[in-house]
């Protein structure tokens, strides 16, 4: 019997679950996927939730909904991989031994890594909205809120889904127009990049239709520390950000068994091959989604373009192949853009987002890096998929390298 | 690929300004970057940072990010942001003759 071990039950490990135990020959293989949560969250969904669009409901299922039947699943906390041993230690005191192991722990917002942010202002002026409580206590907030300065500061990068404060700020603008004081609020986009966005084309792109919402930007903004008692975001070269509320996007970092077992970087990631998706100087150990140190976005649809990389190559690996796979970085995300209407950008590694059509058969073409009604439908369309089709680890209608077709260069 | 006068040098730079050939880079050619990056003389200090990742690169193929130096080159993230303003791993790297680092999206 072969064993392959699964660490996290989040939406990469839930989808290698699906894939695997449809896929491997159950009398050969032992598959067990190990999680410490009941819960499952449709993460792109913490998003609306402030806004009062989505409610909590909406974004919880139960894990064990999208485990396969029969499947071996254990709840535990994950001590430490010790992959010199080839095995695991769970909390739990169990230690389980793998011959394949599949890292997908994910990334977690860590508060604690700026000085005074996780202080007395903590989910009462200042929020996140990356996890569904900062998501909920801002819903609640922003009920009685007069307005005011309203900040949206991103700590650095890299973190979950890029695009999603950019997404906060312009549905931020819609949410406070549609209630009539969008006068009495000044919105402030902080971010450490030189500008709106990583890659120049959508920068620019993007830059221009906060100018034309009326937000403002400033750039180069590397945030040293909260200063709690003047309400006031300060950076590593003193400059000073006021705000009445501050919404944050924490450091992001790998889980803390990383650092326990020794294989990750500064912030937790594990190194890995950007190509096979293999864990750097491991033969057996693959890694997925958040929790790797890939220079590729951290979101859903990356990781389930991952997956059938990762798929691939492991069926190479176990029958003594080389990976023959490679993953390209490809990325495809809606951006809410407010007022029911919304924008696509799809890239790589290599190629930048662009604008032009995005052909999908049957039901496109979106268009790239313009607002438009129908890339607002496509979002929405995308939270039936994620619970229907892509935790279940089926085909999505989009292919797992990105396409030049229809992009304008 | 663009070619730009560095040092009185004709040097070959990567999509990020960056130099694509790390043969190309001495210290005169450092100076040079380092004051279109609007640093007027490299001091002591500008210099243990600059080593400290060219090695790093030479070990590990990339050059490390702001996190990595705060904790291994023996310079705060302070005094970083004071002797390379607004980016000091971008900036570093650049003026170190390295590639941008990868954390740099």
């Not at chain 1, 009495?184 to 030189?194: A, D, G, M, R, W």
Request: include cysteine; charged fraction near 25%.
């Amino acid at each position: 019997m072969r064993k392959l071990v699964i660490l996290g039950a989040g939406t990469a490990g839930t989808m290698m679950l699906n894939k695997f135990n449809s896929i491997l020959d159950k009398s050969e293989w032992q598959i067990t996927i190990v999680d410490q949560f009941e819960t499952h969250y449709y993460q792109p969904g913490f998003l609306f939730i402030p806004f009062d669009i989505y409610t909590r409901k909406d974004v919880e299922k139960p894990k064990r909904d999208y485990f396969p039947a029969g499947s071996n699943v254990i709840m535990s906390k994950i001590d430490k991989i010790e992959p010199a041993e080839n095995r695991v230690l769970l909390s739990n005191g169990q230690v389980l031994e793998y011959d394949y192991l599949i890292i997908a722990t994910g990334a977690k917002i860590n508060p604690d890594e700026t000085e005074g942010m996780n202080a007395e202002l903590w989910h009462k002026t200042i929020f996140d909205f990356y996890t569904v409580e900062g998501a909920v206590a801002l819903r609640d907030y922003f009920k009685h809120w007069k307005g005011g300065k309203l900040v949206v500061n991103i700590s650095e990068m890299p973190i979950k889904c890029p695009v999603a404060p950019l997404e906060f700020v312009f549905l931020a603008d819609a949410y406070f127009t549609e209630r009539g004081m969008r006068d009495k609020v000044e919105i402030h986009f902080v971010t450490p990049l030189p500008g709106a966005f990583t890659k120049p084309k959508a920068s620019s792109i993007l830059g221009d239709i906060l100018n034309k919402k009326n937000i403002k930007l400033t750039t180069e903004f590397n945030i040293a520390r909260v200063d709690n008692d003047n309400n006031k975001i300060v950076s590593w070269d003193e400059t000073e950000v006021e705000f009445d509320c501050l919404i944050t996007i924490p450091t992001n970092m790998g889980d803390d068994v990383i650092e326990r077992s020794g294989m990750g970087d500064e912030l937790n990631f594990i190194p890995t091959d950007k190509q096979t998706l293999m864990a750097k100087g491991y033969k057996n150990i693959f890694v997925i989604g958040d929790a790797t140190d890939l220079p590729s976005s951290k979101a859903g649809s990356v990781a389930h373009f991952q997956s059938d990389i990762l798929q691939e190559n492991f069926l190479d690996v176990v029958d003594g192949r080389e990976p023959s796979h490679k993953f390209d970085g490809h990325a495809n995300c809606f951006i809410e853009s407010g007022f029911g209407k919304g924008i696509l950008i799809d890239f790589n590694y290599d190629t930048e987002p662009l604008p032009g059509k995005f052909p999908l058969p049957g039901i496109g073409p979106f268009s790239l890096l313009e607002e438009t009604k129908m890339n607002h439908y496509g979002k929405i369309m995308f939270r039936w998929m994620y619970w229907n089709s892509l935790l279940k680890g089926q085909e999505l209608p989009i292919e797992s390298h990105m396409s030049m077709a229809g992009k304008r260069l | 690929m663009a070619t730009v006068e560095l040092a009185g040098k004709s040097l070959e730079v990567d999509a990020d300004g960056n130099l694509a050939n790390r043969a190309d880079w001495d210290k005169e050619v450092a100076q040079a970057i380092a004051k279109e990056e609007g640093i007027e003389e490299l001091n002591e200090r500008h210099w243990l940072v600059i080593d400290f990742m060219r090695n790093v690169f030479e070990e590990k193929g990339d050059a490390p990010s702001i996190r990595k130096l705060t904790k291994e080159s023996g310079v705060d993230t302070k005094e970083l942001y004071a002797l390379f303003p607004k980016g000091p791993a971008k900036k570093a790297a650049r003026i170190a003759g390295l590639p941008k680092p990868k954390g740099c999206i």
